[in-house]
């Protein structure tokens, strides 16, 4: 295992429900990340948070949400998705922002909106 | 902006033999270069990265890559294929410097490997 967990696994969501997605890296990385994967279609980077600060936020729609209290754990709140938003959102984490880290994943939430 | 280019969306090998998963890539300046490699129902698993020096570079799972500066190339080999190898392979590039923070994927390679 990679030291990162992701629950839930797999979420099935209503157009209108509110849910959240929670990451958390056992690893002492202070760097954290969101990721959307869609079938056929690069890697998506949502957010960075580094140290919990938000750095950056890649022109994701407000339904999207996400709130970091602290280096180890990354949540991502949905409420009013689309079923386009239907992916795998990884979680990831690294030592530091240094572009030379690699990234370490999580297993993913399989969500689908109905 | 920087981008990968994946342009096999599978490659079949049969077990024993040699494979090659193609990457190249578009960045401003020098290139970090990573492979990642998915299995079913898992998170992506760092394989290998090129930084600097060496054009050829190890990793795990006996994995190697070659940076080819000139060709803008970071194509994944492995001299004998194992079934086990089966899985979806991602080349990703974030530059140098500047970029901001974003690691760019390619689109996936699946690889099968059989008997």
């Known amino acids: 295992e990679t030291g990162v967990t992701q629950t839930p696994r797999h979420l099935v969501m209503g157009m209108t429900n509110k849910k959240s997605l929670k990451c958390e890296q056992h690893l002492g990385h202070n760097a954290m990340y969101w990721y959307k994967q869609s079938a056929k279609k690069p890697l998506e980077l949502m957010f960075v948070y580094n140290f919990k600060e938000q750095t950056e936020n890649n022109s994701v729609p407000s339904r999207f949400s996400p709130e970091c209290p602290n280096s180890s754990h990354l949540f991502l709140h949905l409420h009013t998705l689309q079923p386009e938003d239907s992916a795998l959102y990884l979680c990831a984490s690294s030592r530091e922002l240094a572009s030379e880290r690699e990234q370490f994943f999580g297993p993913g939430t399989r969500l689908t909106v109905l | 902006a920087q981008s990968v280019a994946q342009p096999e969306d599978q490659v079949n090998v049969a077990e024993g033999n040699p494979l090659t998963v193609k990457c190249t890539y578009s960045v401003s300046g020098n290139p970090y270069l990573f492979w990642y490699v998915q299995y079913p129902n898992r998170g992506l698993q760092f394989l290998l990265k090129?930084?600097?020096?060496?054009?050829l570079v190890k990793g795990s799972y006996g994995f190697e890559a070659e940076f080819n500066k000139s060709q803008t190339s970071f194509h994944l080999k492995k001299p004998s294929a194992l079934v086990s190898d089966s899985a979806l392979y991602f080349c990703a590039v974030r530059p140098l410097t500047g970029g901001g923070n974003k690691l760019t994927f390619g689109t996936g390679t699946q690889l099968k490997v059989e008997l």
């Open positions: 090129y930084i600097t020096g060496d054009n």
